[in-house]
C-alpha cells in the first residue's frame, strides 16, 4: 500500500523558515509525475501551494511565489517544500500529493490517474 510520509512542520516566528518533506513509501511502489503540497484552514477549502512536476516544470500559487519554493529528487520519490518569510496566513495543516499523471496545474489528475495524499503536517506561524 502506498503512503506518502510526511515531515517537516512545526511552528515558527513570522519571517523564520521551515521545510517539509514528503516521501513515497515502499519508494518503488509508485512513480510520480505530479508532486506538490496543498493547505487547508477550518472551514476552507483545500488549495493548491506548489507542485513539480517530473520534468521540472513547477506551479506556485500567487500568495508564496517568491517565498517557497519546490524541489524533487526523483531518485528517492521525494518531493520538498522549503519555505521562507513565512507569514502569519501560511498557518495550515500542510498536504503532500503525488499522481502519476496529470491532465492540468496542480496535479489535476484525469481518469484512470493514480493519485495519493499525506496525512499532513500542521505549519504554524505566528505574529
Known amino acids: 500500500q502506498v503512503q506518502l510520509v510526511e515531515s517537516g512542520g512545526g511552528s515558527v516566528q513570522a519571517g523564520g523558515s521551515l521545510r517539509l518533506s514528503c516521501a513515497v513509501s515502499?519508494?518503488?511502489?509508485?512513480?510520480?509525475?505530479?508532486m506538490g503540497w496543498f493547505r487547508q484552514t477550518p472551514g476552507k477549502e483545500r488549495e493548491g501551494v506548489a507542485t513539480?512536476?517530473?520534468?521540472?516544470?513547477?506551479d506556485y500559487s500567487d500568495s508564496v511565489k517568491g517565498r517557497f519554493t519546490i524541489s524533487r529528487d526523483n531518485a528517492k520519490n521525494t518531493a520538498y517544500l522549503q519555505m521562507d518569510s513565512l507569514k502569519p496566513e501560511d498557518t495550515a495543516m500542510y498536504y503532500c500529493?503525488?499522481?502519476?499523471?496529470?491532465?492540468?496545474?496542480?496535479?489535476?489528475?484525469?481518469?484512470?490517474?493514480?493519485?495519493?495524499w499525506g496525512q499532513g503536517t500542521q505549519v504554524t506561524v505566528s505574529s
Open positions: 500529493r503525488s499522481t502519476n499523471a496529470a491532465r492540468g496545474g496542480f496535479c489535476v489528475a484525469g481518469a484512470g490517474t493514480s493519485g495519493y
Open positions: 515502499p519508494y518503488t511502489a509508485h512513480r510520480p509525475y505530479c
Open positions: 513539480m512536476y517530473s520534468d521540472g516544470d513547477t
